[in-house]
């Protein structure tokens, strides 16, 4: 697996104390992000419940957990060949922000929808 041989190349390069202050700082950081996190979650679950969509919300969510659970989930590797794609959809996330924001704040400054 990469993960075990990045894993491996990054424990003999670097001490034992700076290991263990890197996994004290991961664990800081879930900690610190939980909340936001949650609250996030959470607020998203309240508006599509709000907008009638809670039926659909929970299926969705009981399937994502249990392809959680039983280890379905596959990350595709990154590849060197893909990075102009990557690019691009990062460009047109960008470039759509203009309208939305437009929209946001200038058409519907207040409320949610």
Not at 17 to 39: D, E, Q, R
Not at 73 to 89: C, E, I, Q, S
């Amino acid at each position: 697996m990469p993960w075990r041989r990045f894993w491996q190349t990054f424990k003999r390069e670097l001490p034992c104390a700076c290991i263990v202050t890197l996994a004290w700082g991961a664990l800081l950081m879930l900690l610190a992000n939980a909340l936001p996190l949650a609250a996030g979650y959470l607020l998203k679950c309240y508006k599509f419940h709000k907008q009638g969509f809670g039926d659909a919300w929970d299926q969705g969510m009981r399937e994502a957990f249990d392809i959680l659970r039983q280890g379905r989930l596959g990350k595709r590797p990154f590849r060197l060949r893909d990075l102009p794609n990557y690019l691009l959809m990062e460009v047109w996330m960008i470039w759509n922000m203009i309208p939305y924001l437009w929209y946001r704040l200038v058409i519907v400054p207040f409320g949610l929808k």
